[in-house]
Structures are given as structure tokens and as C-alpha cells.
């Protein structure tokens, strides 16, 4: 019991020291800041509400770093400050910078049309605009009409705010220095958000447009309000709600980006003109960059690897990447010590904003430190939990490596020579494979490194895994999921998850003790099956994205798709384990197993389907592992 008073009354001290710092904090931004807002005009006479929040102390000129975001700059009113004392801004703000944030066109009080993830245009001419003008003329404006500004801007955002970003970069307003863009949407076609290889994922999707999407008349303080749902067991609204068609009855005819899913199923030009990685040679050279994404992001992990890419490859200025183990946006909070049940050893969240983010600004926009020390790429390995810095990404020492999947549940590094051998399933919609195990509404962030012991106890889900590893493995770059598959349908999705299976006598130790995901006590470590990486792919695309094309019933067929990046070591005496099935509920839709227009499909269409994944000496299947020696 006194053990327990004492726990009590130690949690009590930290919470009132929080609120103290925090008190601080808020005490002192409001000292030293005041703040401003203004409605900046582009160049088609549109304006944009914008909230400055500029140092009191005029002995010194300021950096600008500016927050683009359809999400509001709120809290409106120039006697309303946002709450930066909570956030790692309040480094900034000591650091004497003009912090700004803008609400886009269209959004929240600021004037005309919003338009989704619109494209860029390279040739603008006269009154024309985009988003990177949009940014380009309130940039402009900033240095020009607030005082004691240095003329040197930083633009940063995380998710859409993260797109705004890259679309700032591809602005080229000389004042620009530096840009972060963090987690950012990319492409939601491909991989990011509402789509992954041209699977629907409607979970995420449906949430956010039914609130999201709605349409804004006029300027407004007030956002919309969102869906009400019937249940909150998301597992059963959707199976219950059987199609996109009627998903589309839910949510109206009023959000016009959802009829645009509907209306382009394929990688057509609406989608192509909508992937900044087209226009990243338009960054200019004394533009720096900094792609910033978390291992374990269930959102835009393929934009932050791939975005870096695009840039790397096509333009000529400083670009760098880093990636820590977060879920989406950790690397702004607090603590970036854990994830779900996972411990990653160390705040990496605060490691890297003193060591890595701000020292970026700071240099760029001050002229402050010395960042000659900041690898071209800085990676956090799960499994081993530690950093590297690394030339360049993916490294140029890692070897492309397959795994076989073999008879039996096992993978070996040596394809078999057995004839005609295949594993099988029955792939059912009506009793889709959960995403996770847990009865829940939101969609969870931790299901990106959770547990997979639920799917492996299913009869829908293929295992194939090593004996226990004799030394670590270490993989650093994108996996390649190489299948030879036949189906007795006609279309059909194949979900390939890359596993890390704990020792069954694992244990934290006890200052790294994990806890239940529910809150309740300790969560069982020991032969935990770690998620390192998922992805699914929409079969009728395995040749090409814009023409979609049918299986040919029971004929054996290539399928091969690229999963997003890893980062991982698996250490000495754990198992590396494959897991094969073709649903991914409800985080993806259901495919209906049969050659169609899914967003179209009645009940009717969907059907059973016999699914064998081959690996034979003719026809073996395997997994790509990017090898890191």
C-alpha cells in the first residue's frame, strides 16, 4: 500500500512539474509574442486568412516559418493565442521566430474554392495560380509587410500540411531558405491515405470525407460535423454496409472528392496530375529540404519515403530523409519511446527535434550552427533500436535478396526443387481477415507493429516462417513481394506482411515493461509476431495501374508489387515469418473476387475464391529482402 501511495504521489509531482513548464511557457510566449491576422491577397485577388505571431524584441531581424493547413489555424481572434507551449514550437518561439500559420483557399475563413490535392501547374501564367503560388505570394507578402523579419522563411507540415510543404517547395519565391515536408500526402493513388496499389482503403477514407468533405459555402470558425455511426464496432458497420455503393448512400452527394474516387477507380491523368514526385525537378537549387516520415505510419509512410526519392532524383538541391519509429506525427509529441506494445529504447521524438529538426531551421533560416554532421539519410532500425547515419537511401551497400516461401510453412534462402507444389486457401468475403484483433471504432495507429498471433490462427492466412536466426539480419529498403499465384476467380488482393517473430522466452526488462493496448496490466511479449511491414495489392493492377486487367481462372499468374521501406534488424534467435491472405478488413474494402469496377459491385458480385500461392522449382515464390551487411 505504501508502495502504491508513493507511485501515486510521484505521477502527482510530474503532472504539476508539466503544468508548471507548461504555465511557463504560456507565461513567457506571452510576454514576448503578440499577435497578428491578416487576409493576404494572391494573385487572382483572393485572400487568405493568415495568424502571425511576431517577437516582441526588435533588437534582431526574425526567421518566418510558416504552417500551410486545410485543417484551420484556429484559435481565431488576435487575443487568442494556439496553445504552442504544448508542442516543441516553444523552441522555436525562444529561438525569436515569426511563426505563421495560413489557412488554403477554400478552407476555414479563408476566400475561394478548395480543391483536394491540386495539382500543380508548372506554366502558370497571369492570374493563374496553385498552391505553390498561393504560398509563393504569401510569402512575398510576409517579407514585405512584417517588421524586422530577416527575409529568410522556412515552410514545415506534417500529413496535408506535409503536401503544402512540398507544393511550397516546388514554389521557388527567393526568400524561401528551408522546407520540411513531414509525413507528406503524396500520392493517394499509389500509397498514401485512400489508396495502396488501387486498393480502396475506406476505413480511413470514409471518416474523413464524411466530415471533411463537406462543403464550406462561405468563411467559417465552425468545422462540420461528422458521420453518425450505427455501432461502434467498425469491423461489423462496413460488412454490414456490403458495398461502396452503399457507402456512397451514407455519405451524400453533397463531398465532391469522394464522387472523384468513384469516378477515377484507375491511375488515370486526374490521379498522375495529383503526384507532386511528377514536378519535384521544378525544386530549386537554394530551396534546402528535409523529408521527414516514421516507420510505423499507417498514413503517409509511402509519402515520406518516396517523396525523398522523387526529389533526390530529379532536382539538384540539399535534400535529406530522415526516419524514426512513429506512428504519424509522434516525432512531434513528447515521448517517442514506444508504440503500441513495441519499445524503441529512448525518446526518439526529442532526440530528434534537438538534434535534428531544429538545428535545420536554425541554420537555413539564422545562419546558427553547423549541420556539415547531418547525414544525407538518418534511420531509426527497429529490432536493433538504434540510428543510423547513412550516405544515402537506400544504402548502396545493401544486396537484394530473395526468400523462398516452401512447402510446410517454412522460408529458406534456396528456392525448392519439388514439382507442383502450392499452399491454398479459401479467400471468403462474407468472413473477411481483420486488420487486427481488437473490437474498435477509429482505426488504430498501433496495428502497424501489432501483434499478428490473431492471423496466424487463421485458415485464410498463410505462414511461412525461418528457424530461428543465427545471426541478425538487417534490412534497409523496400521489400518486393514476388508471388506465382492462381485463383479460381477472376481478381482477387493479395496482403503480404513481413514478421518478426519474438523468442518465446522474450521479455522486456522492467523499466521497459509493455503494457496492454486496453490499458490492462502487461501484454504478453513472449512469441509476440511484430509487424514490420504490410501492404496489399489489388491483383486485376499486377501489369498495370491504368488498365487493370482479369485473372484467367486457375492459370498460374505473376504478382509482384514493392512494399514501402523498412528499417529493421531482426535480432539473433527471432524468426523472420511471410504471411499471405487477401483481405485486410475493414482497413481495406473487400474485394468482390470477381473482374469488376469495385466501387460499382452489387452484393451479388461477391463471391468465394480458391487462392494458391506456388513454390515450386517452376514456379517459386519469394520475398525480396533488401539485405544491409
Not at 504552417?67 to 507551449?85: D, K, L, V
Not at 469516378?263 to 525537378?281: G, L, S, T
Not at 544486396?399 to 479467400?427: C, F, H, V
Amino acid at each position: 500500500m505504501k508502495k502504491l501511495l508513493w507511485l501515486a504521489g510521484l505521477l502527482l509531482l510530474i503532472v504539476n512539474s508539466y503544468s508548471q513548464f507548461n504555465s511557463q511557457d504560456s507565461s513567457w510566449i506571452r510576454d514576448n509574442y503578440y499577435k497578428i491576422e491578416r487576409n493576404i491577397p494572391m494573385r487572382d485577388g483572393i485572400k487568405l486568412f493568415t495568424a502571425i505571431y511576431i517577437p516582441k524584441d526588435t533588437t534582431e531581424q526574425h526567421p518566418i516559418l510558416m504552417t500551410r493547413t486545410p485543417y484551420s489555424c484556429a484559435p481565431y481572434g488576435e487575443n487568442n493565442f494556439r496553445a504552442y507551449w504544448t508542442s516543441h514550437f516553444k523552441y522555436y518561439m525562444r529561438e525569436g521566430y515569426i511563426i505563421v500559420q495560413q489557412d488554403v483557399r477554400g478552407r476555414w475563413m479563408s476566400e475561394g474554392e478548395f480543391v483536394d490535392v491540386r495539382p500543380f501547374n508548372p506554366n502558370k501564367k497571369g492570374k493563374e495560380f496553385d498552391e505553390a503560388s498561393d504560398t509563393y505570394d504569401a510569402i512575398d507578402w510576409l517579407v514585405k509587410n512584417i517588421p524586422h523579419n530577416n527575409n529568410k522563411v522556412g515552410v514545415m507540415g506534417i500529413s496535408y500540411p506535409g503536401f503544402y510543404s512540398t507544393m511550397a517547395s516546388l514554389s521557388g519565391h527567393p526568400s524561401l531558405k528551408a522546407v520540411s515536408p513531414q509525413a507528406p500526402v503524396t500520392d493517394w493513388f499509389m500509397g498514401d491515405d485512400f489508396h495502396h496499389n488501387g486498393a480502396f482503403f475506406q476505413m480511413d477514407g470514409f471518416a474523413f470525407y464524411s466530415s471533411f468533405g463537406k462543403p464550406r459555402p462561405q468563411p467559417t470558425t465552425i468545422g462540420r460535423s461528422g458521420f453518425t455511426y450505427p455501432t461502434g464496432d467498425n469491423y461489423a458497420f462496413y460488412l454490414q454496409a456490403g458495398t461502396l455503393r452503399k457507402l456512397a448512400q451514407y455519405i451524400g452527394d453533397s463531398v465532391q472528392f469522394w464522387k472523384d474516387l468513384y469516378a477515377h477507380p484507375n491511375y488515370d491523368e486526374f490521379w498522375q496530375a495529383r503526384n507532386p514526385r511528377n514536378f519535384a525537378n521544378n525544386v530549386p537549387n537554394g530551396t534546402a529540404t528535409m523529408i521527414v516520415g516514421g516507420l510505423f505510419d499507417a498514413e503517409d509512410c509511402f509519402g515520406a519515403w518516396n517523396m525523398y526519392k522523387a526529389i533526390e532524383q530529379k532536382a539538384k538541391n540539399n535534400n535529406k530523409l530522415v526516419m524514426g519509429p512513429w506512428y504519424h506525427g509522434q516525432w512531434a509529441s513528447r515521448d517517442g519511446s514506444q508504440m503500441g506494445n513495441i519499445k524503441f529504447g529512448s525518446n526518439t521524438a526529442e532526440w530528434y527535434q534537438n538534434n535534428i529538426e531544429i538545428p535545420f531551421f536554425n541554420y537555413y533560416l539564422k545562419g546558427k550552427g553547423d549541420i556539415s554532421q547531418q547525414a544525407e539519410a538518418t534511420i531509426f532500425f527497429s529490432g536493433a533500436n538504434e540510428w543510423k547515419k547513412l550516405a544515402q537511401w537506400p544504402p548502396a551497400e545493401k544486396t537484394d535478396r530473395p526468400i523462398y516461401l516452401q512447402a510446410n510453412g517454412k522460408l529458406g534462402w534456396e528456392p525448392s526443387s519439388a514439382k507442383n507444389t502450392y499452399s491454398e486457401y479459401t479467400s471468403d468475403p462474407a468472413h473477411p481477415v481483420p486488420y487486427t484483433e481488437d473490437v474498435h471504432f477509429n482505426r488504430t495507429i498501433a496495428y502497424m507493429d501489432d501483434d499478428q498471433r490473431f492471423a496466424s490462427r487463421r485458415p485464410d492466412v498463410l505462414t511461412f516462417q525461418t528457424e530461428a536466426l543465427t545471426e541478425d539480419l538487417t534490412l534497409a529498403g523496400p521489400v518486393v513481394a514476388d508471388l506465382k499465384v492462381a485463383i479460381s476467380g477472376t481478381d482477387a488482393d493479395f496482403v503480404v506482411k513481413l514478421i518478426d517473430v519474438f523468442p518465446d522466452d522474450f521479455k522486456y526488462n522492467t523499466a521497459m515493461e509493455a503494457q496492454g493496448r486496453q490499458g490492462g496490466g502487461t501484454y504478453t511479449m513472449e512469441g509476440y509476431q511484430m509487424l514490420v511491414r504490410g501492404e496489399i495489392m489489388r491483383g486485376k493492377y499486377r501489369n498495370s495501374y491504368e488498365k487493370p486487367e482479369a485473372f484467367v481462372p486457375n492459370k498460374i499468374s505473376q504478382v509482384r508489387f514493392a512494399l514501402p521501406d523498412v528499417a529493421h534488424t531482426f535480432k539473433k534467435g527471432h524468426r523472420l515469418m511471410i504471411q499471405v491472405q487477401s483481405s485486410w478488413f475493414p482497413l481495406a474494402d473487400r474485394n468482390p473476387q470477381k473482374f469488376t469496377n469495385i466501387y460499382e459491385a452489387n452484393e451479388s458480385d461477391f463471391q468465394k475464391e480458391v487462392i494458391r500461392i506456388f513454390h515450386d522449382g517452376a514456379n517459386s515464390s519469394s520475398i525480396v529482402l533488401p539485405v544491409l551487411k
